[in-house]
């Protein structure tokens, strides 16, 4: 089959397991996130905003040309879980809803 124009290929399990998202800020205890984290999970995590798939976590990071924040609104149309930023794309993730996790250490 050919490939789609623009498509994004990952290689991902077919079935991956939920994790809760607070595991993460357990590790990385620099963490902010910007509610409780009770009952949140992820699937995977991507910091491409085209290969989001439902329940990933976003990476949401300052790039050479672009600030992952400027897609945020993509990631969560697809199903982002929560999103991944630094103190200058926490507001503007923080707008297209589920937990902001600002990783400003």
């Not at 399990?13 to 963490?31: D, K, N």
């Not at 949140?40 to 050479?64: I, K, W």
């Not at 672009?66 to 200058?88: I, K, N, V």
Request: some cysteine.
């Amino acid at each position: 089959m050919p490939a789609t124009p623009g498509a994004v290929r990952t290689l991902r399990p077919a079935t991956p397991a939920a994790r809760p998202l607070s595991g993460l800020q357990e590790r990385l205890p620099g963490l902010r996130p910007d509610r409780p984290l009770a009952g949140a999970v992820v699937t995977g995590c991507t910091l491409d905003s085209r290969a989001v798939q439902a329940g990933d976590l976003y990476a949401a990071l300052s790039g050479s040309h672009a600030h992952g924040a400027d897609f945020a609104a993509a990631a969560a149309q697809a199903g982002a879980a929560g999103f991944l930023t630094d103190p200058a794309g926490a507001q503007r993730c923080d707008a297209h809803g589920g937990p902001v996790l600002d990783a400003d250490a």
